[in-house]
């Protein structure tokens, strides 16, 4: 049976590609002939009935727009029972049964127990980190990626410059995929992520011997946010290698910024197939990319999925890096 009144929500950290995501979910939704809500601040809106209907228009002109025009924003109150409850009531006092959550793992748990509590939920990934283990590619990540090289080659100019050691921290708590990529694309000595152990003196400090050995002067160390100590591990090789270091942690300007072609087409297509799912009356999915196609799998089944590190492609990272 078609669905037909459904809501959307952004949920957890915003991710540029998200506005992308609203939009083909409120105009493929209007196409199949339903009424679709945009939820304002995630849960918690739609806790508190922060609710308003959406027509073609709502939805101009946001694509090119990182952040979301829906705001989000945690809510302690929706991951208890009660709270569930109460945001399943308030979907069935509005009409409401289905409901599209753009969002990262969280916010996926959230739409599992909704789901349970009767109004079905399809999630679509949306996180800078690319750390949701079903899918190959999260809305945000590929932006968060060309931002972070961007930041890195103008921090480039002035290592160069001094012929310093410059240690750059980006995003992505556990998950290195950050940081493994933007070092392979800004050429840095070392990269260091939460999944691979270091040793300090062989991945670091005699690295950047050996490359100084062949003329080398200036030098990049990319360090994922989940290995953490940036500001000591800079201060540490100025010691053991007598070179000026500097540490930079680039922080959150890699969540925003107008999204690439890639987010807002990796975006559109999940939106489209997340408000299809809901249009076939499933519910409990989440929206995925493998490989160019867009697939879809059981939350329970999703968030059980065990993440996996391309340690290939780590291991020709340093092969590039001397």
Do not use: W
Request: charged share 25%.
């Amino acid at each position: 049976m078609s669905t037909k009144c459904i809501a959307v929500l952004t949920s957890g950290g915003d991710a540029p590609g998200m506005n992308a995501a609203v939009r083909a979910v409120v105009r493929s939704a209007l196409s199949f002939g339903m009424r679709v809500y945009g939820v304002k601040r995630g849960y918690n809106g739609l806790l508190h009935g922060d609710i308003e209907e959406m027509n073609m228009r709502s939805v101009s002109d946001i694509m090119q727009h990182g952040g979301t025009a829906l705001f989000t924003a945690r809510s302690p109150e929706f991951n208890t029972p009660e709270g569930v409850q109460k945001a399943a009531e308030m979907c069935r006092s509005k009409g409401i049964d289905g409901v599209v959550v753009i969002g990262g793992d969280g916010s996926f748990r959230g739409a599992r127990d909704l789901t349970d509590a009767g109004v079905k939920c399809i999630g679509v990934p949306g996180t800078i980190d690319n750390d949701i283990a079903c899918t190959d590619y999260t809305i945000g990540y590929d932006t968060a990626l060309n931002t972070a090289m961007e930041m890195i080659d103008r921090i480039r100019d002035t290592t160069e410059s001094h012929d310093r050691c410059s240690v750059v921290e980006v995003m992505g708590r556990r998950c290195g995929d950050i940081a493994l990529h933007t070092g392979i694309a800004t050429g840095a000595i070392a990269t260091l992520v939460p999944e691979v152990s270091y040793d300090f003196q062989t991945d670091i400090v005699d690295r950047m011997k050996a490359a100084q050995a062949t003329g080398k002067k200036h030098f990049i160390v990319v360090v994922a946010e989940g290995v953490g100590h940036t500001q000591e591990l800079t201060e540490r090789i100025q010691k053991e290698t007598g070179i000026e270091s500097r540490a930079t942690i680039l922080g959150h300007v890699q969540r925003g910024g107008s999204p690439t072609l890639r987010d807002r087409v990796v975006a559109s297509r999940m939106g489209y197939r997340a408000v299809q799912l809901l249009d076939e009356g499933k519910g409990n999915r989440v929206v995925a990319l493998k490989g160019e196609n867009i697939v879809d799998f059981d939350i329970t089944e999703a968030l059980n999925m065990p993440r996996t590190f391309d340690e290939e492609l780590y291991r020709i990272s340093a092969r590039l890096s001397i």
